[in-house]
């Protein structure tokens, strides 16, 4: 998530409360949780209330980089809001440090991507492959990957047209997803620093994405691509092909396999290139930390999904989600802030005690919602999200550790569901539906994305035995009370 | 030239320390906008949506680079108990300071929601916010202690008693202070940038030893507050303040305003660890030609620019209510163009 960059270096004593003047509860346990109060879903001023209750020492143990000149983010809300994110003034958010934590970091990434810059790390745009190059890039010190096409949540955290209206201007017109804000934050610069390098997938990818990256290339980015296969099982692609199975049980050619270690290679020569450095045995340490992050967040929504009750909200759910990309452009910190939220909702499970109402109805949500209010509405209707299916499910998977380390990182991705069929999509909420598990689907479609207009109506078709609500996310500001009436409809139908 | 940046990521890329396409212009349109909006200063001051409007018109007809909420620097003060007169077409005046009958252990701290004018501000800051926040940062402009614990007081006595009584001024600043911080957290909640102004602080006003002891604790306190939200704090001092200068790195502040100081002494002093904020002469946008005006805010913009951690070109203080358009036009096209050169 990308918001308008804030603050500058300040010294750290500059941030030395005067207690004198406000601070009435002293925390006395710096390390731990000091929020104590029953979980719940709080709005922007309610967190700032809850803000007030922390001394400066303690919103001083968290920074980014290890940094804690510059680093810190453990703020509130209402600081993101004064900085431009007026969807947060809407928004309600779980009431744990464990949120804030989550929400101050996730925001602080646009600043951060500067200081990184700044603090001369190599700042590395990953683009579309969605998971797997940001592994590489990470695997060289000091290098900083980020998704520019996550900007795509920027004009309606915002809840602004700015980035789209100026991609309007150069040439990518609503017609095009809403991604398209990712060509004008290049243009405008004030959203992520210039990289020092750009990697885009294409082939088997979003093609809306694709044409933005193209554009983002004749504006004078140079850009090395990669080419992603279409991975298939249903029928043939040539008689001779040898078929492999993925460690989620998806097939392929072992030929894909093969063409990927030779794009992955061709990443790692960039960027040792770049850098001076050249050491297998760090891309081996890389993955090792990715896969603590991906076991860690499988525990979570596992945890999540299963409870009673649910401990933690979908929207910070979706957040953690979309952290496996990348971890937000410092894996270390978020695999901090990761744990926390495990310790969190391990709490809450052994206390029985959550965020939503224990008969809340379990449904599953396909596609991540560009606009966030969504996954607020649907709680507040009654709704508690138990399944996602966010196109990222390769992000997700452990990476094999005994092979090859550019072998491994392809297997991996050959479990993405955008270089898959629908089938594949839509198979383990099937299995929740047969399970008795899901109660409803939401889809929500990109509008202006092309495969979703046609992936949609299969997708309705295969979980025929559930009600599904399709929904075209509309651009900022545009939910209206027709939405919200389809919305409201289609939760009183599984009631 | 068509600009490609918003306001908001400008001021932002100034922040963290980023080159922008351009200088941040932000000269200080207060009520000066009530006369760009044809509406009388009373109702701009009392009505938080006139108040928007007036400076969403501003906006438009001059295209500067914030919203700036604020009326006068008697707002909190007069939230606390001191009595001003609305005229109709003029700011708020001081009429009775609530601690000439009162002591100041009797006196609340107000609270901004029902207080008083303080509710106006966030009417206008969430009117101003919705409309264009996305696109503009959203100034409110605070009173520091120093100057509302002298419009709580009678002027001549508050500065005798920093001399004859200082621990009963500093618990009268210390009030001061809780209020403003009250103030500043109930603005953050509605989108607003608390920007802090302490006009009574000027050296104009007081000795730079009056300065450290009684005004410059209260601004940090204030400043530390709103540091804790990570918000980026300007500081704006009106009148001489070259006695000052040294001192002002203590107050905590991110960026400083300032007034009637020579730019290169204030560059000289500060301008590596602080943004600078500044300065033109606002008489000369009552009195001067459009053709002078223009010359002189260029060369003011290109030394600004040369400030390491940043600049922003302004005025020195409020611009004049009646000033005309076309000067101030002649401003901020003469700094916009100052940066293309």
Known sequence: MNKTPRKHERNRESTKTNAYFFVSSKISCLRGNPFTETPKKIDLKEWSRQFQKLDTDFINQFYYYKNNDW??????????????????????????????????????????????????????????????????????????????????????????????????????????CFVRSALAAFDKKAYFPKPDLLFASTGASCDDYSCIMQMVENFGHNITWLEMPYRRHS?????????????????????????????????????????????????????????RLRRLIEKIKKLTYQAEIAPFPALEMMVIEFGNLYGYADIDEWLDICETVYETIQERVKKGIGVLKPDAIPIAWV?????????????????????????????????????????????????????????????????????????????????????????????????????VLSIDVPAPLGITEQLKTRLSAFMETLK | MKEILTPRERFGLLVIDEKPDRCNIIPLVTSHSAKVKGVKLRDYYT??????????????EYGHD??????????????????????????????????????????????????????????????????????????????????????????????????????????????????????????????????????????????????????????????????????????????????????????????ISIDRVELKTVLEKLSKHLRIIGNYDTS????????????????????GMTAPKGYIASTGCEVPTNATKENVKAFIKAAKEANYL
């Not at chain 1, 989550?102 to 745009?125: D, P």
Request: with cysteine; hydrophobic share 40%.
């Open chain 1, 71 to 176: 680093g810190r983010y453990l703020f509130p809300p209402a600081t993101f809001m004064v900085y431009g994110a007026r969807q947060l003034k809407h928004l309600k958010f779980d009431n744990s440090l464990a949120s804030l934590r989550l929400w101050g970091f996730s925001f602080n990434e646009s600043e951060r991507l500067f200081r990184a810059k700044q603090s001369n790390r190599k700042v590395i745009a990953t683009m579309g492959d969605l998971g797997t190059v940001p592994i590489i890039v990470m695997a060289f010190p000091g290098c900083i990957p980020f998704y520019p096409d996550c900007t795509w949540w920027t004009p309606f955290f915002n809840e602004s047209n700015v980035l789209l209206d100026r991609a309007s201007e150069m040439g990518v017109p609503e017609a095009s």
């Open chain 1, 235 to 291: 029928a043939k692609y040539l008689v001779s092909d040898k078929y492999q199975t993925t460690n989620q049980g998806l097939e392929y050619p072992e030929r894909f396999e093969d063409y990927l270690v030779t794009e992955y290679k061709k990443v790692w020569d960039k960027m040792a290139e770049l850098t001076g450095i050249n050491d297998i045995e760090l891309l081996e340490q890389s993955i090792k930390k990715t896969n």
């Open chain 1, 367 to 467: 596609m991540p919602t560009a606009n966030p209010i969504l996954l607020n509405l649907v709680e507040d209707l009654g709704g508690r999200v138990v399944a996602t299916e966010y196109v990222i499910n390769q992000a997700l998977v452990e990476i094999e550790q005994n092979i090859e380390p550019f072998r491994a990182l392809a297997r991996s991705f050959l479990n993405a569901s955008l270089i898959g069929s629908t089938e594949e999509r839509v198979r383990r909420i099937k299995e929740k539906v047969e399970q008795g598990k899901v109660k409803g689907v939401i889809i929500t479609n990109m509008l202006g994305a092309s495969h979703c207009a046609m992936e949609t109506k299969l997708i309705e078709q295969m979980l025929k035995d559930v009600p």
């Open chain 2, 47 to 60: 009505d938080g949506e006139i108040m928007a409007r007036a400076q969403i018109a501003a906006i438009e």
């Open chain 2, 66 to 255: 914030a919203i700036s909420i604020f009326s006068e620097v008697g707002i909190i003060a007069e939230a606390m108990g001191s009595e001003f007169d609305y005229p109709e077409d003029d700011l708020p005046v001081l009429k009775k300071p609530i601690l000439a009958e009162t002591n100041i252990d009797d006196i609340s701290i107000p609270n901004p929601e029902k207080d008083k004018r303080l509710p106006v501000y966030f009417e206008a800051i969430e009117y101003a916010y919705q409309a264009l926040g996305d696109k503009l940062p959203i100034l409110a402009y605070v009173p520091a202690p120093f100057t509302t614990g002298m419009m709580l007081s009678e002027a001549d006595k508050f500065l005798i008693q920093t001399i004859k009584e200082p621990e009963y001024i500093k618990k009268v600043l210390k009030k001061s202070a809780e209020a403003a911080i009250e103030f500043c957290y109930h603005i953050i909640n509605a989108g607003g940038l608390p920007i802090l102004v302490d006009p009574l602080a000027s050296s104009s006003v007081i000795s730079p030893k009056t300065y450290k002891e009684f005004a410059l604790p209260y601004e940090r306190a204030v400043i530390d507050f709103l540091h804790r939200y990570d918000l980026d704090v300007i500081l704006h001092i009106c009148g001489n303040t070259t006695p000052i200068l040294d001192l002002l790195p203590e107050t905590h502040a991110d960026l």
């Open chain 2, 284 to 303: 000369k946008l009552l009195f001067s030609s459009k053709e002078n005006i223009a010359n002189e805010v260029k060369n003011m913009v290109k030394l």
